[in-house]
C-alpha cells in the first residue's frame, strides 16, 4: 500500500527566502506526482505534475524534482512570499493504482513580512 | 480557464438522512473522481469513474455510496444513510487523461 510522507509538517520563513519542502512515497512504482497548493478552507490548486521519465519541472518560483528509484520529490520555492502562506500537498499516482492519488498530510507554510 | 465546479459549498444534514453532492466536471474531460477530506485529516481516495462505469474505488466507498453521471455534464456522489463520520470535505476532480487531475473548491457536508 502506497504511504506519503511530507516533512516539516509546519514551516515559517521571513519573506525572501528560499525553501525546500520535502515529499517521500513508499512504493517507487508511479505514473506521476503532483504538487499542490491548499489555501484554509478551500480547494486544491495545482501547482506542478511531474511524469515519473521526468527528473523536474519548474513554474515561475517553483521547481519540483523527482527521484523515483529513492522515492523522493522535492518542492523548491525560491524568493518566498507572503502570498505563498498555505498549505503544500504532495501527491502520487500509480503503486498499483491506474486513478487515484495518494496524498500526504502536507506541509504547513507561513512566510512572515 | 474552464474549472471544476461544486454545489453546495456548504451542506448540513442530520444523521441518516441521505444527501446527494453534486459537481460539473471540466466540459472535455472524460475521468472523474471523488475524494474526502476529514477535518485535520489527508485527502483520501474515494472513487473513480469512465466511461459510465466506476474504474476503482477504496475500502470507503461502501453501499452507503454512489456516484453517476446523469447527463453529459454533471457528476453526483450520493450518500444513503449518512454517519456522524461522514462530516468531511469533499472534492470532485476530473481528467482530460489518466494524468493532471483537476480540483473543484469542495463541499463541506457536516453531519449532525
Known amino acids: 500500500k502506497q504511504e506519503v510522507t511530507q516533512i516539516p509538517a509546519a514551516l515559517s520563513v521571513p519573506e525572501g527566502e528560499n525553501l525546500v519542502l520535502n515529499c517521500s512515497f513508499t512504493?517507487?512504482?508511479?505514473?506521476?506526482l503532483q504538487w499542490f497548493r491548499q489555501d484554509p478552507g478551500k480547494g486544491l490548486t495545482s501547482l506542478l505534475l511531474?511524469?515519473?521519465?521526468?527528473r523536474e519541472q519548474t513554474s515561475g518560483r517553483l521547481n519540483a524534482s523527482l527521484d523515483k528509484s529513492s522515492g523522493r520529490s522535492t518542492l523548491y520555492i525560491a524568493a518566498s512570499q507572503p502570498g505563498d502562506s498555505a498549505t503544500y500537498l504532495c501527491?502520487?499516482?500509480?503503486?498499483?493504482?491506474?486513478?487515484?492519488?495518494?496524498f500526504g498530510k502536507g506541509t504547513l507554510l507561513t512566510v512572515n513580512p | 480557464e474552464p474549472e471544476v465546479t461544486q454545489t453546495p459549498s456548504h451542506q448540513v444534514t442530520q444523521m441518516g438522512q441521505e444527501v446527494i453532492l453534486r459537481c460539473v466536471p471540466i466540459?472535455?474531460?472524460?475521468?472523474f473522481y471523488w475524494y474526502r477530506q476529514i477535518l485535520g485529516q489527508k485527502v483520501e481516495f474515494l472513487v473513480s469513474?469512465?466511461?459510465?462505469?466506476?474504474?476503482?474505488k477504496s475500502e470507503i466507498f461502501d453501499d452507503q455510496f454512489s456516484v453517476e453521471r446523469p447527463d453529459g455534464s454533471n457528476f453526483t456522489l450520493k450518500i444513503r444513510s449518512t454517519k456522524l463520520e461522514d462530516s468531511a470535505m469533499y472534492f470532485c476532480?476530473?481528467?482530460?487523461?489518466?494524468?493532471?487531475?483537476?480540483f473543484g473548491p469542495g463541499t463541506r457536508l457536516t453531519v449532525l
Open positions: 476532480a476530473s481528467s482530460p487523461s489518466e494524468r493532471k487531475q483537476f
Open positions: 512504493d517507487s512504482a508511479i505514473y506521476n
Open positions: 511531474i511524469q515519473s521519465s521526468q
Open positions: 501527491a502520487v499516482k500509480g503503486g498499483g493504482s491506474n486513478y487515484k492519488l495518494t
Open positions: 466540459s472535455n474531460h472524460l475521468y
Open positions: 469513474f469512465y466511461n459510465n462505469e466506476i474504474s476503482e
